[in-house]
Nanobody, 121 residues
Framework: VQLQAFGGGLVQAGGSLRLSCAASGRTFSSYAMGWFRQAPGKEREFVAAISWSGGITYYADSVKGRFTISRDNAKNTVYLQMNSLKPEDTAVYYC???????????????WGQGTQVTVSS
């Protein structure tokens, strides 16, 4: 599966952005999907994940209550709604996919290119 993420940009603290990730292929609904991010000088970190059906979601503690992951299997797209953004959310955001369901050791096989999110104070 090929993934393409878009929707990043520059936003002031407290603002919102919605990231989208479009997937190719007819088996999108078979994949667990997720978002990761990497800030300058830091390791890539997990942000959120969603089950193939969309019925189960997972979040990093740092974004819980502010970010919402969702998916539209008819459109082969996964979204990340980001509200109440903070400067520390600044990073390159990557979408990812794998047929294996999410767990704490999830290491997705497929990755999209990143999209930059910059939050100004």
């Amino acid at each position: 599966v090929q993934l393409q993420a878009f929707g990043g940009g520059l936003v002031q603290a407290g603002g919102s952005l919605r990231l989208s990730c479009a997937a190719s292929g007819r088996t999108f609904s078979s994949y667990a999907m997720g978002w990761f991010r990497q800030a300058p000088g830091k390791e890539r970190e997990f942000v959120a994940a969603i089950s193939w059906s969309g019925g189960i979601t997972y979040y990093a503690d740092s974004v819980k209550g502010r970010f919402t992951i969702s998916r539209d299997n008819a459109k082969n797209t996964v979204y990340l709604q980001m509200n109440s953004l903070k400067p520390e959310d600044t990073a390159v955001y990557y979408c990812a996919a794998d047929v294996r369901k999410y767990d704490s050791n999830w290491s997705p096989r497929y990755w999209g290119q990143g999209t930059q999110v910059t939050v100004s104070s």
